[in-house]
């Protein structure tokens, strides 16, 4: 099959085995022909090496050479990212987390939602758009009308935010700007709390919601606690931390912007609230110059210490820094929320990482949970390398 008459892409021998169990990767290694003239973000057929029909993707340079879309004979239009999208709304709706106290939540998570290449946030009336192949930045008009098309999501905004996400070389030149609508409100809400997300000039789409049931359990056990939270960016594990009854909260960023996003954060839910500091300061230099016992409850969240496997391990090495230097000033009795966000990274080569940090303190340390993405950043069963957030909660003696 190939009814669109689209470019044909076809694998070595023996290079379907991983496709015909729904991965939905195609590398550079396992093409044996495809047209010289195919360009990148081009729809492609894929086809075995014997001729039967594998699927239909997006092709680009580079090692993934093509993402699946559909292993199906699909044509690749509006109407196929309606369909997926009111699929990956249903999810949502299921999940409850559009509610008049949360209308901030992610409705594209990529191959989790299969749609590899695209990542799609909802902030009140706006959609953040991020394209991370060039085939999804070439569908972002129709990507928008679907979107804005999809009853009772109630989106009057897209917004179009890939300059930092595209490979590269691609050389697509993409300009962040509105493709739909305009700015209305910046100002989201997550379980009750509110945020100011800077979608224009912030971080991936302006707000981490893949940390929002992992700050909710920190509220649980914030009560009475003096609360360090390092690298804090937006300040969400802050905000949560002070709704806790936190007794102190201290935020810190080297980044004087994210400092300033958290103080209007905090200022926007607990208005001249005594309680709460930050800090633009390197997270290492805070760590090492502050008093020992001073916090119980302490917030590790950078950011991905290792993008590529080429730096796996310097990676594990900073994880290892990093973990010691709280292990080695919390006080007796403390609790440490600790994360790595980066794929390349193993949950067991970040958790020896920990281990490893806890051993050289010679702290009494135990795991009393342990913590990943939530449920709007679903993991495709056939695609693994989706499950990127790693988290535990330990309770050191």
């Known amino acids: 099959m190939n009814k669109n008459n689209l470019p044909v892409v076809t694998l070595r021998k023996g290079k379907e085995e991983s496709l015909d169990r729904f991965h939905p990767w195609v590398f550079s290694g396992a093409i044996a022909s495809m047209p010289s003239d195919v360009e990148e973000g081009q729809t492609v057929a894929v086809l075995a090496f014997d001729g039967r029909f ?15 879309l559909d292993f199906d004979d699909t044509t690749i239009d509006k109407d196929f990212f309606i369909a997926r999208l009111r699929d990956a709304l249903n999810l949502r709706r299921s999940l409850n987390l559009s509610r008049d106290d949360n209308d901030a939540y992610r409705l594209v998570h990529g191959e989790g939602d299969f749609l590899p290449g695209l990542i799609i946030d909802i902030y009140g009336h706006t959609a953040v758009v991020q394209a991370h192949s060039p085939g999804m930045h070439f569908c972002r008009d129709i990507i928008a009308l679907a979107i804005t098309e999809l009853e009772d999501l109630e989106v009057a905004n897209v917004y179009y935010k890939s300059e930092t996400t595209l490979p590269f070389k691609a050389q697509l030149d993409p300009q962040n700007d509105y493709i739909i609508g305009g700015f209305d409100s910046n100002i989201a809400t997550e379980n009750g709390l509110n945020f100011h997300i800077d979608w224009l000039k912030g971080q991936k789409t302006g707000f981490f919601v893949d940390q929002r049931d992992n700050r909710s359990l920190l509220e649980s056990l914030s009560r009475n606690r003096k609360v360090l939270n390092m690298f804090c960016y937006t300040g969400g594990f802050s905000v949560y931390a002070l709704r806790g009854d936190a007794q102190r909260v201290v935020s810190v960023d080297s980044s004087a912007k994210a400092i300033a996003l958290t103080t209007a954060n905090v200022n926007l839910n607990f208005p001249n609230d005594t309680r709460h500091e930050a800090f633009a300061e390197d997270a290492f230099r805070f760590l ?3 008093q020992k016992d001073e916090y119980d409850l302490i917030v590790l969240d950078p950011p991905a210490f290792a993008k590529h496997r080429s730096a796996l391990k310097n990676a594990l090495r900073g994880y290892q820094r990093l973990n010691y230097k709280a292990f080695e000033k919390i006080a007796p009795g403390g609790i440490i929320f600790t994360f790595s966000c980066s794929q390349a990274v193993s949950k067991e080569q970040f958790r020896l990482a920990v281990f490893s940090a806890a051993a050289q303190s010679r702290r009494r340390v135990r795991i009393i949970r342990q913590m990943t993405q939530p449920a709007d950043h679903p993991v495709n069963i056939y695609h693994p390398e ?12």
């Open 54 to 68: 594998i699927g239909v993707g997006h092709y680009q340079i580079g090692s993934i050479a093509v993402r699946i």
């Open 288 to 290: 090492d110059t502050m």
């Open 386 to 397: 989706g499950e990127y957030l790693k988290g535990l909660v330990l309770y050191v003696e």
